[in-house]
């Protein structure tokens, strides 16, 4: 793997365009190092290396145009590997904000409800302090403030009943 | 001569007619017609299109007559078509989580303006329940005419507790506020009370009691108001979350504030060990909520308590050297006036000797 990804590395300081084969070597490499990445890309990882084989084996009968066929087949494949594990990664992460995207609609909604219900709340209590003022008269209702008034009880008919 | 030719005929057929098509032409033509590959087609059109040369290119291979070049760029067209497809996945992918992140970013600001408008609204309601309360409370009532004995010492007992009342919430408004003149108006109503408690029983002055505890609320409410012109509303809840989680003190809210009730915080006249960790926490706590003043409301079981203003001042002294400000602190001896349990029940009447530390809610 160090061999691969250093000749890939030499290329691309060179400037040298990579081959099919070693850019399919240098992703096979990446992917094989992550045991959860090789699991979920395990068929075409499977047909890369089988078709990286079957290449090799052109080459060694002379058959070099098939051989590089075979190459660019075993890229393909280690490029669909590639973008295999991206697209779980791209859908995990879509799933996990649509979930969080959701609750966030949801917590959204039940605001709205106390909000409604707070709106509802402070209605009936204007309603009622509106009743009241009108009975009583205005806030805050502060007692007489002559010491006689405070000293002498208040005459039952000088006075409102409370229910 | 002629049945060697007719012999021959068939082998020269066949040996014209075109090679059989490699199985990996048919493989790439069934995967190019499913939905999912028309679906690529549209959301990851370039590798579609990569997929579609190749296997263009299979198929002149195999006029050719390349059988093996035609197998292999067949085979690459199949890999090329999944290359798509997985492709069109995190085009989709991204599609998708960037609908998420919108509906995400709008249901947050909607949750945000929402909160934010049911606290003030909240504020509201609460204010406007409070004026509500003061305007009930004060409202003149029937004069409570002679009573029989019983009645009489009933209302005694009633009266003796919301002049309790009273003189707890006008200490609480002084702590807040302590020059307002409804203030002054409703202490005066709480001494006025005080002395005709003391000098005479009978009638019980219920009626005045109730006036001045109404009065009380009243200025509490108005010193609430003058002291700040931000809501305390999220700052009681945060103080009461915090004294819940801290577990065993079952803080509850009143008209003055959040309370806590303390007991058997002393052995003899010295504070345990126990007693003396609770008081630390509290003071922390107070320590980190400046804004909220201090009560230390003793409760005596009756004449014979052992506790009283002066182990009071030995609690205020623990909350202070745990951190409470000193100066927005008052010790309050409420005498037998609030029990909780008939003082008559002997056998009780030791759950009636409580603590009360009270974070008086400063209001806005």
């Known amino acids: 793997m160090i061999l691969t990804l250093g000749a890939a590395l030499v290329s691309s300081a060179t400037g040298e365009q990579l081959s099919d084969r070693m850019i399919a070597e240098q992703i096979l490499a990446t992917l094989g190092a992550s045991s959860a990445q090789r699991a979920l890309a395990h068929a075409p990882l499977e047909e890369s290396k089988h078709a990286l084989e079957r290449a090799a084996g052109a080459r060694r009968s002379g058959d070099i145009r098939h051989a590089e066929q ?25 799933a996990a904000l649509e979930l969080a995207a959701a609750d966030a609609g949801v917590q959204a909604e039940r605001a709205r409800a106390l909000l409604e219900e707070a709106i509802a709340r402070r209605g009936r209590a204007e309603a009622e302090l509106a009743k009241l003022a009108t009975d009583a008269g205005p806030f805050p209702t502060l007692p007489p403030t002559s010491a006689s008034a405070r000293a002498k009880p208040a005459k039952p008919s000088n006075t409102k009943g409370t229910p | 001569m002629r049945r060697l030719f007719l012999l ?17 032409m048919a493989d790439a033509e069934s995967v190019r017609r499913t939905p999912a590959a028309k679906n690529a087609a549209s959301l990851a059109p370039e590798a579609y299109l990569h997929a579609e040369k190749l296997r263009a290119e299979a198929e002149t291979a195999y006029e050719n007559g390349d059988l093996p070049g035609a197998q292999i760029l067949a085979q690459r ?9 997985v492709l069109a996945r995190i085009s989709y992918a991204g599609e998708t989580a960037n609908r998420a992140r919108l509906a995400l970013r709008i249901a947050e600001q909607a949750l945000a303006q929402n909160d934010g408008e049911l606290k003030r609204v909240s504020a509201q309601a609460d204010d406007l329940e409070v004026r509500i309360k003061v305007i009930k409370d004060a409202a003149p009532i029937a004069a409570a005419g002679r ?18 009342d009273a003189r707890l919430l006008c200490a609480a408004a002084r702590m807040i506020a302590a020059d307002a003149a409804p203030l002054t108006q409703a202490q005066g109503l709480v001494d006025d009370l005080d002395k005709r408690l003391v000098s005479q029983l009978r009638p019980a002055p219920v009626d005045a009691a109730m006036r001045a505890r109404a009065q009380c609320l009243g200025a509490l409410t108005l010193a609430r108001r003058s002291a700040s012109t931000t ?3 999220g700052k009681s809840d945060q103080l009461l979350s915090e004294l819940s989680a801290m ?9 003055r504030g959040v309370v806590v009730t303390l007991r058997n915080l002393f052995a003899g006249d010295q504070l345990t060990k126990e007693g003396r960790d609770r008081l630390d926490s509290l003071g922390r706590v107070a320590q980190a909520h400046p804004d909220f003043p201090v009560q230390v409301v003793v409760h005596a079981s009756g004449p014979k308590s052992k506790l009283g203003r002066d182990e009071g001042m030995a609690i205020s002294k623990a909350l202070v050297e745990a951190g409470a400000n000193a100066e927005r602190m008052l010790v309050e001896a409420a005498g037998s006036a609030h029990p909780v349990i008939d003082p008559s029940i002997a056998r009780d009447a030791s759950r009636n000797e409580r603590i009360e530390i009270i974070f008086v809610d400063p209001g806005g």
């Open chain 1, 70 to 94: 075979l190459e660019g087949l075993s890229r393909e494949w280690a490029e669909t590997a590639r973008d295999l594990v991206r697209a779980a990664a791209a859908e995990a992460d879509a």
């Open chain 2, 8 to 24: 021959s005929l068939p082998i020269l057929v066949a040996s014209c007619a075109r090679p059989p098509r490699p199985a990996a």
């Open chain 2, 77 to 85: 067209a199949v890999a090329a078509y999944q290359h798509a497809l």
């Open chain 2, 147 to 164: 009573a029989d004995g019983a009645r009489e010492t009933a209302r005694l007992a009633s009266a003796r507790s919301l002049a309790l």
């Open chain 2, 231 to 233: 809501s305390s509303v």
């Open chain 2, 247 to 255: 577990g065993g003190l079952s803080p509850v809210r009143d008209d």
